[in-house]
């Protein structure tokens, strides 16, 4: 069990580009969960998906944002068309099947720059 | 609208001592809490919660105490050591709409413990 791993660790871009995040959970948690932390701030709920099903999208994530969980396993957040408000640190949280999922195991996050 | 809060943005406190960090929320429907460390460039670590059933729970140096009636909870860090010096997050587990569940964060208290 090595834990929830994200990469990139960083990533800076240019405004109007594209991005992609991907989240590695800790294996067989079927729920995974994405959140954005900007300065000053704490995590922020994205969206959430059990197994392969995207079960919940808050309404920060705007229709640039687009999230996968292809087979259940690992995780990518796509952003589109960045903008400077973008600039946060993203971060992926799994939890394990059969238990509260309040307990939420979290990644060492991506921090994004969009300059 | 905020609906965990930390009012207290940092503390510092003398290695040994106790350690009080206060988080306050507004939601009744909260049915967990949770309190998360997070140092820099790594993600938050679950550290304790307490259901909204209970009011306390210990776990080593550390003990929760939630006062439902005035919607606060607190943690207790006895004794302090220079390695506690992190960001504290206060949390709420909320059920969606869709019937998923999430974290709800406040902003954070900077810890320093000084030796």
């Known amino acids: 069990d090595t834990g929830v791993s994200q990469n990139p660790r960083h990533k800076i871009t240019k405004r109007g580009q594209n991005v992609t995040f991907r989240c590695d959970p800790i294996?067989?948690?079927?729920?995974l969960y994405w959140y954005r932390q900007t300065l000053g701030q704490g995590p922020e709920f994205l969206t959430y998906?059990?197994?392969?099903?995207?079960?919940?999208k808050s309404r920060l994530l705007s229709d640039r944002f687009s999230a996968e969980r292809p087979k259940g396993s690992f995780s990518t957040l796509e952003i589109q068309r960045t903008e400077q408000g973008d600039s946060a640190m993203y971060l992926c949280?799994?939890?394990?099947?059969?238990?509260?999922?309040?307990?939420?195991?979290f990644g060492p996050g991506t921090r994004l720059t969009v300059t | 609208d905020q609906q965990v809060k930390q009012n207290s943005p940092s503390l510092s406190v003398q290695e040994g001592r106790i350690s009080i960090l206060n988080c306050d929320y507004t939601n009744s429907m909260f049915d967990y809490f949770l309190w998360y460390k997070k140092y820099p460039a790594e993600g938050p670590t679950f550290l304790i919660s307490i259901s909204s059933i209970k009011d306390k729970n210990e776990d080593g140096r550390f003990t929760v105490f939630l006062n439902k009636s005035a919607k606060h909870l607190s943690l207790h860090i006895v004794p302090s050591q220079p390695g506690d010096s992190a960001v504290y997050f206060c949390a709420a587990r909320a059920i969606t709409q869709g019937g998923s569940e999430k974290l709800v964060f406040g902003k954070g208290t900077k810890l320093t413990v000084n030796p």
């Open positions: 294996s067989e948690h079927n729920r």
């Open positions: 998906f059990q197994n392969e099903a995207q079960l919940e």
């Open positions: 949280a799994s939890s394990p099947f059969g238990r509260a999922a309040y307990e939420q195991y």
